[in-house]
């Protein structure tokens, strides 16, 4: 599994970490689970010998040790939290950096607030149960073996009765395997879509308000969380029954214990500080075992995490070779055909875009459009046909690096990035002239809106100012490649006019290519597709 060898690169990563951890938590458990019940049965010994002097002794070793333990717990689980966060965090950052690495066509296909909910929490219940599988797993097993080994010096019995009960609990473990699997990874599930439906209702408060949708949304909500809270009951019921079983056996286990221990004292072959070090044991051994039967189970639960994370990592990252460019003077499209959720948008075709050249790319709502720009910066890789930036081929070169350099974008619904307004628009950008970016701003009339405070920490832009930001943003990074997606839609009159005076500036040093509807704007190319006659392979020019 990927999420497995994922887990087990980051842990490798935090060995110097997890190291002091795992001895701090060794220290602890040898002190609470074999030193404390030796001293315990001796302090019980101590007052049937009447002997006063030793009786102190232990009662300050007692004392002195609870409060080395007690620090040692704090301690403990003070620096457990945080490396198991930073842990889950890493695995997190890593699981969402691979979904944002493959390719357009998954990305687009899932949800992101149910896949950001999803990694979120089983990023956490993965690092969690790892974690502790390496470390109180590791403890937990020194502990069993030792406890054993005392038991069986002092009473061969109890012990054979012991490894009985553990076999029970196996038996019991893989009668229950795949019901808690099934269970836990059905409600897994609902849990992220219903977190899901929230954050969306969330994200849509003014389309709620506008269509007055209150008591559809709620009922929506409703039956959504039934359902979520059914497989919680189902699976809670599974979890449970299982439990259930083994608490039984462990019960039963250790009435035999004091009921043979009883007879041991009666019989003159224990004492009562014998029978308390052996219960002591016993409860520690149990504890351990208990520490296994309790993980055998949840990793039902945990394996369910795991397919779930395996999903993401199970798709292959977008290809991204070694070759980088610097400069762009020609894009030429060979051949191509390209077809997205069964709508073929391109079909055999050829055409070259030219540094100081405007284009349109026009044609009726989703028509694909927008998928051609994807397509040709390199985010769509399920094509027939050739590409080439200059004489070298998409495929062979490293575009992150390319679009990070010389190719710019503005969306067609761009967003604010983050709060601050010149932080939103030169976000993303190595060095900005504080002179250009003043021009640019003052260009598009966002002189006001940039010596505005933020108001509760959050900058509120409307539509046009936020594709304003986009545009300024693009525009300094001096793309020699650039795509508009719709830039007019949210601008008034002047904006669009300031917009195409720009473009006019920028033509000489830059291939210039236009999603649009808007006339005005097509007047100004040189050259233009319409993707309504594309699949006929057929081009209509203008100059």
């Known amino acids: 599994m990927k999420t497995k060898k994922k887990i087990k690169d980051v842990f490798v990563g935090n060995l110097k970490s997890i190291i002091p951890l795992f001895f701090l938590s060794l220290l ?90 999803q990694v979120n929490n089983d990023s956490h219940i993965v690092t969690d149960f790892f974690l502790s599988l390496l470390i109180q797993g590791i403890i937990s097993l020194f502990i069993l073996l030792s406890t054993v080994f005392i038991m069986f010096k002092i009473n061969i019995l109890i012990c054979m009765i012991f490894i009985l009960i553990i076999l029970v609990h196996i038996v019991i473990y893989f009668v229950f395997k795949k019901p808690i699997y099934r269970s836990a990874y059905r409600m897994k599930n609902e849990q992220s879509r219903l977190f899901s439906q929230m954050n969306r209702q969330l994200n849509n408060i003014q389309v709620i308000k506008q269509q007055s949708w209150y008591s559809s949304i709620k009922e929506e909500l409703l039956i959504n969380s039934e359902i979520f809270m059914k497989s919680l009951s189902h699976n809670s019921i599974v979890l449970n029954l299982s439990f259930f079983a083994n608490n039984m056996i462990m019960q039963l286990f250790n009435i035999s214990v004091l009921f043979i221990g009883g007879i041991s004292v009666i019989n003159g072959k224990m004492t009562i500080g014998e029978i308390v070090t052996i219960t002591s044991y016993v409860n520690s051994a149990l504890g351990s075992s208990r520490y296994f039967i309790d993980n055998f189970s949840n990793y039902q639960s945990i394996k369910a995490s795991i397919d779930r994370l395996d999903v993401h990592l199970s798709v292959d990252k977008e290809i991204n070779r070694s070759i980088s460019l610097s400069s762009i003077n020609k894009v030429t499209l060979k051949e191509v055909t390209f077809s997205l959720n069964d709508l073929c948008i391109l079909k055999k075709f050829n055409f070259t875009f030219y540094k100081g050249k405007v284009y349109a790319i026009t044609g009726h709502n989703g028509r694909g459009k927008s998928s051609l720009i994807n397509l040709i910066s390199g985010l769509y890789q399920m094509y027939d046909g050739e590409i080439y930036f200059d004489d070298k081929n998409i495929r062979e070169l490293e575009m992150y690096d390319v679009r990070k350099k010389i190719i710019g974008i503005v969306e067609q619904n761009p967003y604010i990035v983050v709060n601050g307004f010149k932080e939103n628009i030169v976000y993303g950008i190595p060095s900005v002239k504080e002179d250009e970016l003043a021009t640019l701003i003052h260009k598009f009339n966002l002189e006001l809106k940039s010596n505005e405070k933020l108001q509760s920490g959050e900058m509120i832009l409307s539509g046009g100012e936020v594709q304003k930001s986009s545009i300024i943003r693009t525009i300094l990074k001096k793309p020699q490649l650039l795509f508009l997606d719709e830039p007019t839609s949210m601008l008034d009159k002047d904006s669009s006019n300031t917009l195409m005076e720009t473009i006019l500036e920028l033509k000489k040093e830059t291939i210039i290519i236009f999603v649009t509807h808007d006339s005005k704007l097509i007047e100004c190319c040189d050259e233009i597709i319409n993707l309504n006659e594309c699949v006929l392979n057929k081009i209509n020019s203008s100059v």
């Open 28 to 117: 602890s458990s040898v002190m609470f689970t074999l030193l404390l019940p030796f001293i315990n049965g001796r302090y019980f010994d101590e007052l049937t010998r009447m002997d006063s002097n030793k009786l102190y002794e232990t009662v300050f070793t007692l004392l002195l040790m609870n409060l080395i333990g007690l620090a040692i717990s704090f301690f403990l689980s003070l620096f457990n939290n945080i490396i198991s966060s930073r842990i889950a965090l890493k695995i997190n950052f890593e699981l969402i950096e691979h979904i944002q690495k493959s390719p357009l066509e998954y990305t687009n296909s899932i949800n992101p607030s149910y896949v950001n909910q």
